[in-house]
């Protein structure tokens, strides 16, 4: 069904995904549809992000709205994976932006304005470690709230999401992208079949012990870029978006991409501190003493996963798009692993096979 973007004020609970978007899409045809409702003013092609969605910036008097673009989802409607997804956030208390109106046959979407400042953005203005652990004290009391008041002990749900989760063949599936995407497509490395091996038995033993943990909802990309910050009184608001992709895996999943950024470097004693912050608003969230010695090794290894799936994905965006924009993360990300690997003897045959295929 065509629905014709209602004011503001009025916020319908449904939301986008990752799909392919029609090129042909021109501002006009926002314009078009937008007006419909309300006069239009100006409208405005933003900068994308890693997905392949189209976003305009729509001016009408002294508001100002985000239109998304992507391919139909007629078919699905509201059990679109992000219009089902934000529903559930929202209704949860989540802070995730309001959806103002969708045309489904047309893949478009019309979403309140969040502004420009990421909370990658927002760091790079911080002039003391204090009031870097401040601002990801603000996330980390939100992300406590997304694991405690949206997983399905607290919250059932029919929720697509809450029937995936990270198991040992996702999570190795993932390892497995980033070895083709990576060394095999983009470095153009011949790894030998010992050396392939000794990936794959360390890497197995790692997501074994993931798969084992007890789960929560995951956003699955909780990082820097995809929190987004608005001034205002009394509080600033920290808004999750980019959460289509939301499946069950370990607490530490969504802490771990945040804390071990791409994006973003935090120096290791205030990862400590924060993850110390973590668990403190985790226990008084649920009454649940947390064993600190376990959590952390666990969050270790959810970081090597996760940033090794992250250069995966950084390379395939150049393979499969002819997009390089994310290339430059790569470093970071593979010093985050190199780090990590150094606290534990046992994977050292690990680190020195993945960065002798990195280096050489």
């Not at 798969?211 to 995951?218: I, S």
Request: with cysteine; charged share 25%.
């Amino acid at each position: 069904m065509t629905q014709t973007p209602p004011s503001a004020q009025t916020s319908t609970q449904q939301a986008p995904s990752n799909n392919y978007p029609d090129p042909v899409l021109s501002a006009e045809e926002i314009r078009a549809w937008v007006s419909r409702a309300r006069p239009v003013d100006k409208v405005e092609k933003l900068p994308g992000d890693a997905s392949t969605r189209l976003y305009f910036r729509v001016q009408s008097g002294k508001e100002s709205f985000v239109a998304m673009k992507m391919e139909s989802f007629a078919e699905v409607g509201e059990r679109l994976p992000f219009l089902a997804v934000q529903k559930h956030l929202f209704d949860a208390g989540i802070d995730v932006p309001r959806i103002l109106g969708t045309l489904p046959e047309q893949g478009l979407m019309l979403l309140e304005d969040l502004g420009d400042v990421t909370l990658l953005k927002r760091l790079q203005e911080v002039s003391s470690a204090d009031l870097e652990r401040q601002l990801y004290e603000r996330v980390i009391d939100g992300l406590v709230r997304f694991q405690v008041e949206c997983s399905p002990e607290r919250k059932p749900a029919e929720l697509d999401a809450f029937k995936l989760r990270f198991d040992v063949e996702k999570l190795m599936w993932e390892v497995n992208f980033t070895i083709e995407h990576f060394y095999q497509t983009y470095l153009k490395r011949e790894i030998t079949e010992p050396d392939l091996r000794l990936m794959h038995t360390f890497f197995t033993e790692i997501c074994a012990i993931l798969a084992k943990q007890p789960t929560v909802l995951t956003h699955r990309d909780f990082h820097s870029r995809n929190v987004m910050v608005l001034h205002g009184e009394p509080w600033d608001r920290f808004v999750m978006i980019d959460f289509q992709d939301a499946r069950l895996g370990p607490p530490q999943y969504d802490l771990a991409s945040l804390l071990k950024d791409s994006y973003y470097q935090l120096e290791e004693a205030q990862i400590t501190r924060l993850i110390d912050y973590y668990i403190a608003r985790w226990e008084a969230a649920t009454g649940e003493p947390v064993d600190r010695a376990r959590f952390i090794h666990v969050f270790d290894l959810m970081s090597v996963q996760r940033n090794f799936k992250a250069i995966g994905s950084f390379a395939s965006f150049l393979n499969r798009r002819g997009n390089a924009t994310y290339l430059k993360y790569i470093g970071n990300t593979f010093e985050n692993i190199r780090r990590t690997l150094l606290k534990y003897p046992r994977y050292s045959d690990l680190r020195e096979v993945l960065f002798h295929y990195y280096y050489f």
